[in-house]
């Protein structure tokens, strides 16, 4: 069975549950998927030969973009059926293909804008994964909710980008703020409940939606808190 090379008996001989055991996983490998991102967006950002050659050149940006949605959708396939270091591999590459893209946010926002949005999303993200994991209410309902909401958020940035309406633009950052708040709690609670499959592949398949959770929202914010500052 694949198992996370990282893991010890010491919470176990503490007498914690498999499922905060479970969880830990998810949050260790979540942070160090941040952690990367991070690394790569700053290195990147502070290289002018790489800043050159990714986003002066469309072909090589929107190649990156397109990728990352590859391996989403190969992760999201072969998380199962792929050995554990496959999957850990996969997960590492895409939060690093991920700091790559993101380091284009150096170029239009401010540090100070950047590191605010960054320490508020990290709050909202740990209170609305507390609430997903002590709330005894099934949020699967509201599960498709916000999916159906995420699907409406998407297609009007795409609408948006022919309409450049500010107002728009507005009306959908609010709604993203809606749906990804609401998202952490539900995938939080739905993580969860893979904890009893013995299985960390599925570890670090909730690490990359809570991962994706917090990447989206910290980047919603990060429109609001650097409205202000945009480097046009």
């Known amino acids: 069975m694949a198992t996370d090379p990282w893991t010890t008996s010491t919470a176990y001989d503490r ?11 998810v949050y260790r490998w979540m942070a160090g ?13 502070t290289s002018p030969g790489m800043l050159r050659a990714i986003f002066g050149n469309p072909i090589l ?13 190969a992760f999201s396939r072969l998380v199962r059926t792929a050995s554990f270091g496959a999957v850990a591999a996969m997960f590492l590459a895409y939060c690093s293909v ?27 993200f740990l209170a609305m994964s507390v609430y997903g994991t002590v709330t005894k209410r099934d949020l699967t309902s509201f599960g498709h909710f ?9 297609l009007a940035g795409v609408v948006n980008i022919f309409l450049h309406s500010g107002a728009l633009d ?3 950052s609010c709604a993203g703020v ?4 609401g998202l952490t709690a539900y995938d939080t609670q739905r993580i969860r409940t893979y904890a009893d499959a013995g299985d960390d592949r599925l570890a670090l398949s909730g690490a990359l939606s809570l991962y994706l959770d ?19």
């Open 15 to 25: 007498g914690a549950t498999a499922t905060s055991v479970f969880m830990a996983k």
């Open 33 to 45: 998927g941040l952690a990367l991102t991070g690394l790569f967006a700053y290195g990147t950002a």
């Open 61 to 73: 940006f929107y190649g990156l973009i397109i990728a990352e949605l590859i391996m989403v959708v």
């Open 98 to 124: 991920s700091g790559i893209t993101f380091a284009g946010i150096f170029l239009i926002y401010s540090g100070h804008s950047i590191a605010q949005a960054f320490f508020v999303t990290g709050g909202t």
């Open 146 to 154: 916000l999916f159906m909401g995420l699907i409406g958020v998407v």
């Open 170 to 172: 507005f009306v959908i």
């Open 178 to 181: 809606v749906v990804f708040t």
């Open 214 to 232: 917090f990447i989206n929202l910290f980047l919603i914010l990060l429109r609001f808190f650097g409205g202000g500052d945009r480097r046009r």
